[in-house]
């Protein structure tokens, strides 16, 4: 895999899941810097340029659905940054709201790691 | 799972660099202060300076984490500034919010035996406070506790002349944006030369920040500067490299 010079920001509350696709990613190549708050993220990206974000939808147990919080941060910020919105259970609500958002791919947790990777290909439009 | 504020509010969790501030007396650079500059845990995002003030500034938690770099800072270098200036960064909003602010740098000073006029109180961030009121009554328990007051990125936002005429700081930290490369730049120059004015009018003295070079530090001095800050002279460096700067081996450092 060459997947140079892409940078991303996996956006996770979840350590393990962080460092599973971390790991992933890392071994692919990729650049991958991790957060695992909603400020936290926002912070990275107010720094760093990214490629893609990859955003779980809930990042706390509050009811505030802070992966589309992200969302709606990159896309007053960096509007060149692709995000994934990563999800265990998504209503027709809610996904209709990231879509209105500029989403550019969702995926239901638990998902394949490859499968996610093929979804950052796919959004980036180029192989990692 | 700990938070990364948790992280950086733990014991240890701020590091800090400090970065020389020098006099030019005689055409020598001698040690004149330094500055501490806080990062955010090893190994963590809130490593990187604008990480972690971005972060902190999305948590609204000011206040914590000015008063943690504070402890973090005189608890590391207490023995340098014993008997030298140390340049301390605060949140506009921290002066603000945080009545108790000079008690709380009044009892670390006792404890750690520094004298306060020892220390400099550098505001950052100016544009976020809301209550002027406030911020200019904490500023005065400061300067009445003999704390210096400094003001960085003058030239740049809202380190304007408003804020210089109401803040009257002892030293006016002029952006490095006007500095790096003056030498080459007549317009950076009469920006500075503006502020060398100023500051001498408003009896506070001026500091350059960001020189990077013989050109910059020698078209500065020719305006009047004579305090400097900048890779060119000195790196920023850790507590066991600074213990060993003293005013009298200060030109080692620039070596």
Not at chain 1, 85 to 95: E, K, N, P, Y
Not at chain 2, 88 to 95: E, R
Not at chain 2, 101 to 111: N, W
Not at chain 2, 229 to 242: D, I, K, M, R, S
Request: contains cysteine; aromatic residues 6%; hydrophobic residues 45%.
């Amino acid at each position: 895999m060459g997947g140079m010079n892409i940078h991303l920001l996996l956006v996770d509350d979840d350590p393990t899941v962080l460092a599973a696709l971390h790991k992933y990613f890392a071994a692919a190549g990729v650049d991958v810097d991790c957060a695992r708050e909603l400020e936290e993220a926002e912070a990275m990206i107010v720094s760093n340029n990214y490629d893609v974000v990859i955003a779980d939808l809930r990042l706390s147990w509050s009811s505030v659905i802070e992966g589309l919080e992200v969302l709606r941060f990159i896309r007053r910020h960096s509007r060149q940054t692709h995000v994934i919105i990563l999800s265990a259970h998504v209503s027709q609500d809610i996904r209709e709201s990231a879509d209105a958002l500029g989403a550019d791919a969702f995926i239901p947790k638990p998902a394949p790691l490859p499968y996610i990777a093929e979804t950052v290909s796919r959004v980036l439009g180029r192989a990692l | 799972m700990s938070t990364l504020l948790q992280e950086i509010l733990d014991h240890g969790g701020i590091n800090v660099f400090y970065q020389p501030i020098f006099e030019i007396v005689d055409g020598k650079p001698v040690l004149f202060a330094v500055e501490a500059l806080s990062r955010g845990p090893k190994g963590s995002n809130a490593e990187k300076p604008d990480v972690l003030f971005e972060y902190v500034r999305r948590k609204a938690k000011e206040v914590e984490v000015d008063r943690a770099c504070v402890k973090a800072i005189l608890s590391s270098m207490y023995m340098v500034a014993r008997r030298a200036l140390v340049s301390i960064n605060v949140h506009a909003l921290t002066l603000e919010r945080d009545d108790q602010f000079t008690q709380y740098l009044t009892e670390l000073c006792q404890l750690f035996r520094i004298p306060l006029k020892n220390v400099i109180m550098e505001i950052v961030e100016q544009q976020r406070y809301r209550n002027p009121a406030r911020f200019f009554s904490n500023l005065d328990l400061l300067r009445k506790a003999g704390v210096r007051i400094a003001v960085d990125d003058i030239g740049l936002g809202y380190s304007n002349y408003r804020a210089l005429v109401e803040i009257k700081p002892d030293l006016f930290k002029i952006d490095r944006y006007f500095v790096t490369g003056c030498g080459k730049n007549a317009h950076a120059r009469a920006a500075i030369e503006s502020i060398v004015l100023l500051a001498d009018r408003l009896g506070g003295r001026v500091v350059a920040e960001g020189i990077e070079s013989d050109d910059d530090l020698e078209a500065v001095t020719a305006l009047g500067v004579r305090l400097v800050q900048g890779y060119h002279l000195a790196l920023p460096q850790p507590v066991q490299t600074l213990n060993a700067v003293s005013p009298r081996n200060a030109q080692e450092v620039c070596e």
